[in-house]
């Protein structure tokens, strides 16, 4: 029976990718271990072994092709004693993958959260009219606003575990090594509470570090530097001694990773006085945003979300695009209902948006961008007009990001409410691995379809 | 990072390998200079003790007195430009860093001419001026944090050297270790003083710690280290230009272990019966570091009696004119509890 090899995923999170080149051909023998091709992501180039032995009968997705699904069958092997003849159905490219086979067959029967970014909103209303727009992944955009603002100021450097010369475990700092130097991007140890010290002493010395955590998840061996050194110390120095830092990374679960690798440290951080904190959702938000943490005098906790790297976004063309930290964002406007997240609740809240328009529900949908300092006003005047509120987070409900706008809510527009503050939030237990467990404890679109309904009565 | 030079043929660690030379005399000034700082800490020090029994100190107050050859010797090595960065035990640093006593004395009651607002305290001050980086109350984050101080030098060229003192105690921190090996990996300008006053608040060094020779703690990184008699200021001094040397000619880290003691205990409110009264009187009879330099320049005939009284009286009068001021300051005004939050 030929054997169908299958697009492969290279990463928790990766849902195509190119197919960069055959390294076998067509009638070439190959045995378990052979690299038969090379498979490009965003963020990789990955070699593709075969698994099984036999000879490769045929090619069915060509060198060069790209956005390749995962799972899309590439290439037939055949085993002993059979021949082209055999290829049969297995041949069709769109055969549906072979559950056996496929390294990603888990991925496949529950999806990692969406990277298919629902339609963004209309960008930044300070820009001009007739600005051109450039689509950018989120990655792409983190970069350009590291390099943009180290071409700016030489005091800017990036320091992380593997951000130069392997380019970034997520390809985010992809390039910087090759126009900055490794004076200004620079491979640490893997001792992130070590450098995250190095990064405030550097700071304090008056340099501006952009310091990168693999995950945030890692951060924590490093946050009494970023609490005890970083966010108090122009405080304790009686406003002498700042420290204008920003400690970036991805944040949140990723897919299939797991309860040390999937944490949303969003209340965590935003707990803290001296700390600002920003969790981008859009591309062009992304850049804008953190440009304007390196540039800021503070200490910056700058959430990224694994999910969204690869997502695409208008990004407005201009020289010199800063998004004001503190600002939130109406992503879409409505009546009926005002549903706030940041980062990747964003996806949950502009589907949910999305379905509730069909029945006739119109949803506000405010993108709050940066944790602290929280834009309150921005919620309170969309609860006066709406009378009705839901948060999207993935984080932990107790003492959550949620837990704190309902009570600044019930502070400020007591009388506005028609309903109780509704929370959706990740489930109050340690993510678990099991793909079916991992869906029912993130947050999902369907949690904040029935929130709404919840608070409309309906 | 930068330096991606390999370890070529280490240059000999400084003095660990060397037999201990005679310890290199001072000339008249700088012994009147030496004993003059010495005595300012201590005199301040033991009326910070005064100040935190009457009730104007609160808090945590770690005093200095009997390690101040350490600080004033380091600092007699230094030149403009070098930081320093510490622990909590700070006040010794600061003073000897050349910042103003009523400062820090003020700092110390929590008033509003505290070198902090009165918003740090006894175990957060800085200056930037005198490129003092605080004063941590975190146990070994100013190694890690020095460290970061010797990186911006290095990434901005200049040839100052940062000084990360810390303790016998803090040398048992993880981030020591991560410290030394990015120092040693990028050849950062550091020099780690390890203050070894034999016991971490009430443990001593040899309950705590399998390696007790705290200048072999870089071992493993390549970081050479050596002990020095912290007791003796002409020691530290010497120790202290060997280490800035081997720092500003690019060889990176060094570690300087100072044999020292703490006459107190770790902070007022520790009655130290982990020790006898017969240890503590035996190093002030026999090690005390500024009698030691008493003894020499009246030996030498360099002063009289006259003359140190004479000192005496002017460091106690700066001593009382500090206590003076942090006792009538004004506390921050309310409105200051909001400011300097944010920049």
């Known amino acids: ?458 | 990072m930068a330096t991606n030079k390999k370890s070529a043929a280490r240059a000999p660690a400084p003095a660990s390998e060397q037999t201990p030379a005679a310890v290199p005399a001072f000339t008249r000034e700088e012994e009147l200079a030496a004993y003059r700082q010495m005595l300012l800490i201590r005199r301040f020090e033991e009326k910070a003790g005064q100040l935190y029994g009457m009730g104007l100190i609160g808090g945590f107050c770690h005093l200095y007195i009997g390690q101040e050859a350490v600080v004033v010797g380091m600092q007699m090595a230094l030149k403009d430009g070098d930081q320093i960065i510490t622990g909590y035990r700070d006040h010794g640093h600061m003073l000897a860093s050349g910042m103003d006593a009523s400062g820090v004395m003020a700092e110390l009651t929590g008033r509003r001419g505290g070198y902090s607002k009165g918003k740090g305290g006894s175990m957060h001050m800085f200056s930037m001026a005198k490129n003092f980086f605080g004063g941590h109350g975190i146990v070994g984050a100013q190694v890690a944090l020095g460290t970061g101080l010797g990186f911006a030098n290095q990434y901005r060229g200049n040839d100052a050297v940062a000084v990360a003192y810390f303790g016998d105690g803090a040398a048992n921190q993880g981030q020591v270790y991560e410290s030394f090996n990015m120092a040693e990996l990028w050849k950062l300008p550091v020099i780690y003083v390890i203050e070894n006053n034999r016991y971490a608040m009430g443990t001593a060094v040899t309950r705590a710690s399998a390696q007790a020779d705290f200048s072999r703690r870089g071992v493993s990184f390549n970081i050479p280290g050596e002990q020095v008699d912290g007791m003796d200021v002409r020691a530290v001094r010497a120790a202290g230009d060997r280490a800035t040397k081997w720092c500003r000619e690019g060889n990176g880290p060094i570690i300087l272990e100072m044999q020292t003691y703490r006459y107190r205990g770790h902070s007022m409110s520790d009655p130290a019966k982990y020790r006898s009264r017969e240890e503590v009187e035996k190093v002030r009879h026999e090690q005390d570091p500024i009698e030691q330099v008493r003894a020499r320049l009246l030996e030498k005939k360099w002063v009289g009696e006259d003359d140190l009284k004479k000192i005496d009286a002017e460091v106690r009068d700066i001593v009382n004119r500090s206590a003076d001021f942090a006792s009538s300051d004004p506390e921050p005004d309310p409105a200051e509890l909001y400011t300097d939050v944010y920049r």
Request: net charge negative; hydrophobic share 45%.
């Open chain 1, 1 to 458: 029976m030929p054997i169908q090899v299958l697009m492969p995923a290279l990463s928790p999170t990766m849902e195509k990718g190119n197919l960069a080149k055959w390294l076998k051909q067509e009638g070439d023998a190959v045995k378990s271990g052979d690299v038969i091709a090379e498979i490009e992501t965003d963020k990789a180039t990955m070699e593709v072994e075969a698994v099984d032995e036999g000879t490769l009968g045929k090619i069915l997705v060509p060198a060069g092709t790209t956005d390749v699904a995962v799972n899309t069958p590439i290439a037939v092997i055949l085993g002993n004693g059979e021949n082209a003849a055999d290829l049969g159905t297995a041949a069709a490219p769109a055969a549906p993958p072979s559950e056996a086979k496929a390294p990603s067959s888990e991925a496949k029967a529950a999806p990692a959260p969406q990277t298919e970014a629902p339609a963004i909103a209309a960008p930044e209303p300070e820009v001009p009219p007739g600005t051109e727009m450039v689509t950018l992944t989120v990655r792409e955009a983190l970069r350009d606003a590291m390099a943009e603002e180290m071409r700016r100021d030489d005091d800017v450097f990036v320091m992380g575990e593997e951000v130069a010369e392997y380019q970034g475990a997520y390809k985010v700092t992809q390039g910087l090594l090759q126009e900055f130097g490794p004076k200004r991007v620079i491979d640490t140890p893997i001792t992130e509470h070590g450098f995250a010290g190095v990064g405030v002493g550097a700071a304090l010395a008056g340099l501006k570090p952009v310091v990168e955590f693999m995950t945030f998840n890692f951060a924590m061996q490093a946050i009494d530097h970023i609490i005890n050194s970083a966010a108090k110390t122009l405080y304790m120095s009686g406003g002498q001694m700042g420290c204008s830092i920003v400690f970036r990374g991805p944040n949140g679960a990723a897919a299939r990773v797991a309860a040390q690798h999937s944490q949303d440290y969003s209340a965590w951080y935003s707990h803290v006085p001296g700390l600002k904190v920003v969790a981008p959702y859009s591309a062009a938000d992304a850049k804008g945003l953190l440009k304007a943490a390196i540039r800021d005098p503070n200490p910056v906790i700058f959430l990224e979300n694994e999910i969204l790297y690869g997502t695409s976004g208008e990004v407005p063309r201009l020289d010199d695009y800063v998004v004001p930290i503190g600002k939130a964002r109406i992503a879409c406007a409505g009546q009926h209902v005002t549903v706030v997240a940041w980062s990747n609740g964003m996806t949950y809240a502009l589907r949910a948006a999305d379905e509730l328009a069909k029945e006739g529900i119109e949803a506000e949908v405010i993108d709050l961008r940066t944790l602290r300092p929280m834009d309150t006003a921005t919620i309170v005047t969309s609860v006066r007009k709406t009378n009705r509120l839901v948060t999207v987070e993935e984080g932990w409900p107790q003492s959550g990001v949620g837990a704190e706008i309902a009570a600044r809510v019930m502070e400020q527009a007591f009388d506005y409410l028609d309903a109780p503050v509704t929370r959706v939030s990740g489930k109050d237990v340690p993510m678990p691995y099991a793909a079916n467990l991992e869906k029912l404890a993130l947050p999902s679109v369907a949690d904040v379809i029935a929130a709404v309904k919840a608070v409309l009565y309906r």
